[in-house]
């Protein structure tokens, strides 16, 4: 069965910092998609960043690029140049042809002034 | 254009009582997922409509929890009766038409700002 973990409860940035938020996950399939989703206090969750299997390229949106390591099962997420916005819960998330996510726990980022 | 709006932000009942929770997906998502998070926990599938129709419901715990769609447009879950375990954000998302159980691309979910359940 497919497993997502994120070892990472809470995380800490100075901002104009960079962090790294860990995720691995479980899998037989070949292809299938990462995600990782942002959750600020009481608002809407949304899509960050997302990764194709089949793609050997990092993905990368702006400040937040992914760590993407197919062979060991690792998908982390970099935010460069941290904003006082960033903080958030932060959800890594696994998913294949359907529409069953299968999310870690989350990690909570504080991003300090 | 509009996300997906729940309702309501938070709920807090006594274990017994019915709670109905609701999500407005965004306008032409016939992809309608309900999805929930148990404190500390990961956030964990529950079902998904494709219009109307109950394409999935193999994570609904158990029949206390009925989700409905009529006309295809929003949703509810009740709870009926609530327990304390129920306790945790549940979480609505849409997807639009085709990114269904077939689609081979990568699904994206919009999600809502998930309805808080307390239990008590």
């Known amino acids: 069965a497919q497993t997502v973990t994120q070892s990472q409860p809470e995380m800490s940035v100075q901002e104009a910092e960079t962090v790294t938020l860990s995720c691995t996950y479980d899998?037989?399939?070949?292809?299938?998609?990462l995600f990782w989703y942002k959750q600020p206090p009481s608002r809407q969750m949304i899509l960050v960043i997302r990764?194709?299997?089949?793609?050997?390229q990092n993905a990368t949106e702006n400040r937040f690029s992914v760590n993407f390591q197919k062979a060991a099962k690792s998908f982390s997420l970099k935010i460069s140049d941290s904003q006082l916005g960033d903080a958030a819960m932060y959800f890594c998330?696994?998913?294949?042809?359907?529409?069953?996510?299968?999310f870690g726990t989350g990690t909570r980022l504080k991003v300090l002034a | 254009e509009a996300g997906v709006t729940q309702f309501p932000s938070h709920s807090v009942i006594e274990k017994g009582q019915t709670v109905t929770l609701r999500c407005d997906p965004i306008?032409?998502?016939?992809?309608l997922y309900w999805y929930r998070r148990v404190m500390g926990k990961e956030i964990k599938f529950l079902l998904h409509?494709?219009?109307?129709?109950?394409?999935?419901e193999s994570g609904m715990p158990n029949n206390r929890f009925l989700a409905e769609r009529t006309g295809g447009t929003y949703s509810t879950l009740k709870v009926q009766p609530a327990e304390l375990e129920d306790s945790g954000v549940y979480f609505c998302?849409?997807?639009?038409?085709?990114?269904?159980?077939?689609?081979?691309?990568?699904?994206?979910?919009?999600f809502g700002a998930g309805s808080r359940l307390t239990v008590l």
């Open positions: 990764q194709e299997a089949y793609k050997q």
């Open positions: 899998t037989s399939e070949s292809d299938y998609y």
């Open positions: 998302a849409s997807s639009p038409p085709g990114q269904g159980q077939y689609y081979s691309g990568a699904n994206v979910l919009t």
């Open positions: 306008s032409g998502h016939d992809n």
């Open positions: 409509f494709v219009k109307e129709s109950k394409q999935d």
């Open positions: 998330a696994y998913g294949w042809g359907t529409y069953k996510y299968i």
